[in-house]
């Protein structure tokens, strides 16, 4: 299989129409793309935040019931670092700065997973071929899940909308000790191949995994002992990679997005802003709460379209991207509430399990 071909957006007097609204509402707010000092102090805040506990579950032993909530609240944290920080400086729209953003986007590294791995998988893949089953890494949880109607049926995934909870906060595990390896040794991110690694890419990748392991296993199982620190271990990450995986298929896996199967001749039957658009949906729009949260990863549509913008000028433009969808009659998919997404993702499941 090769990678398929997008229509010529050159064409596509949307996407030009899009672009220049959206250029024009920067240039008319005299504002940079990238972050702010709103977003450099939530940076800031919870990094300290994470330090700050992790210092006091590691040297000063606090009672168990105090450990375990500090354990769920680094779990937490984990997600919202990754969110806030490490999205924006992976896209290069934390900061003006490449070099902030490198350190934002490296940051993923001391919460386990590989910076460059993402890069590969996330930035390159999943942002070009968005729910394109056998490409987009994203939607490859086989055979325990099936998330499309091309991928093959077995007949425990009756049940996937059921027991998907159970697996969910086993993501960022599996991500730390083995989905990072895999692509590091086959080379590739599912059938596209990962850019040739310097020899600083494989020190960082290696010195990176090393320090995780110190600092998250090797000082708190010397610290703690081994079963204090498996307990708080496995609710830190449990609670991280559940926190993660419901946002991350919010976005892509409910009732209304689009799993675009590629014609005879290897072409996609859109141009790519309107696949991004098909493929992508919002949810809890209107909660500041949930936006601050998720780095404003509840305004996926706007992410797809504009990566390299950061989150926080996603409620801005939306207004303007969603009113040009109007006019193109192109269908602009939002959840008012985000249990109305968590439904919906459920329901999509049980529908794949059941088609």
Not at 54 to 80: K, R
Not at 197 to 218: E, N, P, Q, T, V
Not at 310 to 317: E, F, G, K, R, V
């Given at each position: 299989?090769?990678?398929?071909?997008?229509r010529?957006?050159?064409?596509?007097?949307?996407?030009q129409?899009?672009?220049?609204?959206?250029q024009?509402?920067?240039?008319?707010?005299?504002?940079?793309?990238?972050?702010?000092?709103s977003?450099?102090?939530?940076?800031v805040?919870?990094?300290?935040?994470?330090?700050?506990l992790?210092?006091?579950?590691?040297?000063?032993?606090?009672?168990?019931?105090?450990?375990?909530?500090?354990?769920?609240?680094?779990?937490?944290?984990?997600?919202?670092?990754?969110?806030?920080?490490?999205?924006d400086?992976?896209?290069?729209s934390?900061?003006?700065?490449?070099?902030?953003?490198?350190?934002?986007?490296?940051?993923?590294?001391?919460l386990?997973?590989?910076?460059?791995?993402?890069?590969?998988?996330?930035?390159?893949?999943?942002?070009?071929?968005?729910?394109?089953?056998?490409?987009d890494?994203?939607?490859?949880?086989k055979?325990?899940l099936?998330?499309?109607?091309t991928q093959?049926?077995?007949?425990?995934?009756?049940f996937?909308?059921?027991?998907?909870?159970?697996?969910?906060?086993?993501?960022?595990?599996?991500?730390v000790?083995?989905?990072?390896?895999t692509?590091?040794?086959r080379k590739?991110?599912?059938?596209?191949?990962i850019?040739?690694l310097s020899?600083?890419?494989?020190?960082?990748?290696?010195i990176?995994?090393?320090?995780?392991?110190?600092?998250?296993?090797?000082?708190?199982i010397?610290?703690?002992?081994?079963v204090n620190?498996?307990?708080?271990?496995?609710?830190?990450?449990?609670?991280?990679?559940?926190?993660?995986?419901?946002?991350?298929?919010?976005?892509?896996?409910?009732?209304?997005?689009t799993?675009?199967v590629?014609?005879?001749?290897?072409?996609i039957?859109?141009e790519?802003?309107?696949?991004?658009?098909?493929t992508?949906?919002?949810?809890?729009?209107k909660?500041?709460?949930?936006s601050w949260l998720?780095?404003?990863l509840?305004?996926?549509i706007?992410h797809?379209?504009?990566?390299?913008?950061?989150?926080?000028?996603?409620?801005?433009?939306?207004?303007?991207?969603?009113?040009t969808?109007?006019?193109?009659?192109?269908?602009?998919?939002?959840?008012?509430?985000?249990?109305?997404?968590?439904?919906?993702?459920?329901?999509?499941?049980?529908?794949?399990?059941?088609?």
């Amino acid at each position: 299989m090769i990678t398929p071909k997008f229509r010529n957006q050159q064409s596509s007097s949307f996407h030009q129409e899009l672009k220049k609204r959206v250029q024009d509402y920067f240039a008319e707010k005299n504002l940079q793309t990238t972050g702010d000092f709103s977003l450099y102090f939530k940076a800031v805040l919870l990094w300290s935040a994470y330090v700050a506990l992790y210092v006091n579950v590691v040297f000063f032993t606090p009672l168990p019931w105090i450990g375990v909530v500090e354990c769920l609240m680094m779990g937490g944290l984990t997600a919202a670092i990754g969110f806030n920080v490490m999205h924006d400086g992976g896209h290069g729209s934390f900061s003006s700065s490449k070099f902030w953003n490198k350190i934002a986007a490296f940051s993923v590294n001391a919460l386990g997973a590989s910076a460059l791995m993402w890069n590969n998988k996330h930035n390159i893949v999943h942002h070009t071929y968005t729910n394109i089953d056998g490409i987009d890494d994203d939607i490859e949880i086989k055979p325990m899940l099936r998330m499309c109607s091309t991928q093959k049926k077995y007949f425990i995934h009756r049940f996937q909308h059921i027991y998907v909870w159970l697996l969910y906060p086993l993501l960022l595990i599996v991500w730390v000790f083995a989905s990072d390896y895999t692509k590091y040794f086959r080379k590739r991110v599912g059938i596209v191949p990962i850019k040739k690694l310097s020899r600083f890419d494989h020190f960082a990748f290696w010195i990176a995994k090393i320090g995780y392991y110190f600092m998250m296993i090797g000082l708190p199982i010397y610290k703690l002992g081994f079963v204090n620190w498996l307990v708080g271990f496995l609710i830190i990450t449990m609670v991280a990679g559940l926190v993660l995986s419901i946002v991350f298929q919010l976005a892509h896996t409910v009732e209304e997005t689009t799993f675009p199967v590629p014609a005879d001749n290897n072409d996609i039957e859109n141009e790519w802003a309107i696949h991004q658009i098909q493929t992508t949906a919002n949810f809890a729009t209107k909660s500041k709460l949930i936006s601050w949260l998720v780095g404003g990863l509840n305004f996926q549509i706007e992410h797809h379209l504009f990566p390299k913008i950061s989150h926080i000028h996603y409620p801005a433009i939306s207004k303007i991207i969603k009113n040009t969808c109007d006019e193109f009659d192109i269908k602009y998919i939002e959840f008012k509430r985000m249990r109305d997404a968590i439904l919906s993702h459920s329901m999509h499941l049980k529908r794949m399990g059941n088609a």
